[in-house]
Each structure stands twice: as C-alpha cells, then as structure tokens.
C-alpha cells in the first residue's frame, strides 16, 4: 500500500493545471509562498479574534492543504527522490517552539527556499526544501493539523473543481412527479421596457408573463434588471434554483420537507444572495466577458452561504460552468435589451436569440 504523502503526490501531480508553463518552477515557489501566508495569516487571526472566528480550524487545515500541493509539486519538479526520505512526523513540540517564533521561522524558510528558486539551479534546492519540511511539520503539529488529513481535503477539493472527467450530478428532482420538475425543455423571453426613466424587464412563458417587474434597483445602471437569467442557469447547470420553481411554479408539494426546506423562502433568499454576491464580483471584471474560470475564493464563499441545502453537493466545477454561462447569456441580453432564453436541461444547454415579434407587455 502506498504511503499517504506518495499517493497525494500523484494526485497531485494530475491536478496540475500549472505544468505547461515555461516558468513552471517558479510559479510553484511563488504558489507555495502564497499558501505559507495564508497558514500564517489563519494563525493571527484565530489569536487576535479567538472564539469569533468559528471557521478556523477548517480554513486553517485547507491552507496546509494547498501549502502541500505546492511543495510535493515542487519537490517533483526540482527533486523527486527527496519525497522517500522526508519524514512524515515530529517528535513533540518544546514549549519554546510554540507561538511566534515557530510561525517566524516557517515564514523565513519559505522566503528562503522561494529566493533560491529564483537566483539558482533547481538542483541546488534540497536543503531548502528539506528545511521547510520541517518547519511545515512542527507548525501543522503546534496547531493540532494531521498533513494526512489536509492532504485528503485538498484532493476532495482538487477533484471538485477539476475532475479527471466531467459528469452532471443526477438532477434532485428525476424521481418527482412531471408536474413537479424544473421544464427539460423551455423558452423565456425577456422583454425591456421604460416607464419615463424607469427601465424595467418583465419575462413571459407560453405568453403568459411570469414573476414581477424588475429594475436595477440601483442609483448606477447596471442591468441586474436581467438577473433573473442567472438563477435560470443555476436551474440548467445544477438542477437547483428555488426562484425558478417558484416562478414556474413546480415546488415539490408532494416532499412536505422537501417543499419547505428546499424550494421554501429561505432558500430562494439565500439563492438570491449567491446572485447578489457574485454579481458584485463580476461587475468589476466587465461582467465576465474575458474570464474562462472563477477564483476559488468566490467558490468558497458560495459553498459557505449554501452549506446545509441540496446544492451543497453539487461539485465546483458545475457552479463556474453556471455562473460563467449564466453571464455569457446575461452580456446578450443586456446588448440586445432583451431576447428569448431556451434551455435543454438534460443536454445541459443554455441559449439566447433576438425576440421573433414585439409584444405590448404584461
């Protein structure tokens, strides 16, 4: 059986989306120094805010997590035979190496070992990279981190965001009654319209008009009239939108704890935020138009307001596809001022086109 550090290692390996690079190595050390400032920055806080800060301990093991990443990828890179005589634990830890001092000299090994990368051979590294082993170990002991543990997470986490292959996960509702599923097929069209200085957009179904008028509710225009498109691709890319089973009214009625924990008000609130959250994010990167991925610190922040609920086990990948498609369509409609929105649920796709006719409105 493999040793756990040897396995992650490979794992690790297969995740490394930084390989192609020219400046591979570099870019390691650079990620490594970045995730040693993390652990250490999870250290202040937990002393400075103590008992106010309820998130530690897991935040604190994902940055000794992605600490590791870098360092085993380091070490293939630069001196593989290294990983077989690193040890995998410390004996225990004298109170003079607690606090500050050991946290100091994690970070002075790291500004060592990421200067030698920079200005030598990369054969030159394995006494650096040794050193900061051990300072990776006494610090992981000092905080009460098991590395097998962090490592474990950090695959979870690697195999979320990106997974050697790509499959939906099984749509919550495939088991529910027809009446009570999200439409496999559907065309929305939103439709623009301005009442003396208000720009509002109403959307219609089967030429019916569906849900309120919606403005960008905002002293500096920026569309969010058009958000509604958003949970629609939440609908398409995760089989979840509480707000879009609300507007195309297919609750599950016949799961009373499904109807109310699910597809009740708290969770389209919550949805709501997500949208209000990213939304903000993506306002300052021009609506997403250049992005082809989403940094993981928004991800985390969405796995946190949706923790509890159904969609909390959707993997990472599917919430960036939905976010990303949901604000390709959303640039469209925006463009056009208005359009028809079709989706195919089980093909999983998500389009837009111009509006066929005008319409006099709801």
Not at 74 to 97: F, W, Y
Not at 269 to 287: G, P, Q, T, W
Request: charged share 25%; aromatic share 10%.
């Amino acid at each position: 059986m493999k040793d756990w550090l040897f396995s992650f290692a490979e794992q690790a390996e297969a995740s490394d989306q930084l390989r192609s690079r020219e400046n591979h190595t570099v870019l390691l050390a650079a990620g490594l120094f970045g995730e040693a400032g993390s652990i250490l920055s999870e250290l202040k806080k937990s002393q400075r805010e103590g008992s106010a800060y309820p998130h530690y301990r897991q935040r604190l093991a994902e940055e000794f997590g992605d600490a590791l990443w870098y360092f085993v990828r380091l070490v293939a890179k630069c001196d593989p035979e290294l990983l077989s005589t690193l040890p995998r634990a410390v004996p225990g830890i004298q109170s003079s190496d607690k606090g500050i001092a050991s946290s100091l000299r994690f970070g002075a090994a790291v500004g060592d070992l990421l200067r030698e990368v920079q200005e030598g051979p990369v054969s030159a590294l394995r006494t650096s990279l040794d050193a900061f082993w051990a300072e990776l170990l006494a610090l992981a002991a000092e905080a009460n981190v098991e590395l097998k543990d962090a490592a474990a997470g950090n695959i979870t986490k690697v195999q979320s965001r990106w997974p050697e292959t790509r499959a939906f996960a099984r749509l919550f509702d495939e088991n529910c009654p027809p009446e009570e599923q999200l439409p496999r097929t559907l065309t929305v069209e939103f439709h623009e319209r301005r009442r003396g200085a208000r720009i509002e957009v109403f959307l219609r179904y089967h030429s019916i008009s569906i849900g309120d008028r919606v403005t960008d509710n905002i002293a500096d225009p920026d569309a969010y009239r058009y958000h509604d498109v958003f949970h629609m691709a939440y609908a398409v890319f995760l089989g979840w939108s509480p707000v879009t089973r609300a507007l195309l009214r297919c609750k599950r009625k016949s799961q009373p704890a499904v109807d109310e924990n699910e597809d009740g008000a708290r969770a389209g609130i919550l949805e709501e935020a997500v949208s209000a959250v990213v939304f903000s994010r993506a306002k300052n990167m021009r609506y997403l138009e250049v992005a082809t991925e989403l940094d993981y610190d928004l991800l985390k922040i969405i796995q946190e307001i949706v923790r509890g609920y159904e969609v909390a086990q959707i993997p990472l990948w599917q919430w960036e596809r939905a976010i990303l498609e949901g604000f390709r369509v959303f640039r469209l409609l925006r463009a056009n001022q208005g359009g028809a929105l079709a989706w195919n649920l089980p093909e999983r796709r998500f389009e837009w086109s111009p509006l066929t006719a005008p319409t006099s409105g709801a």
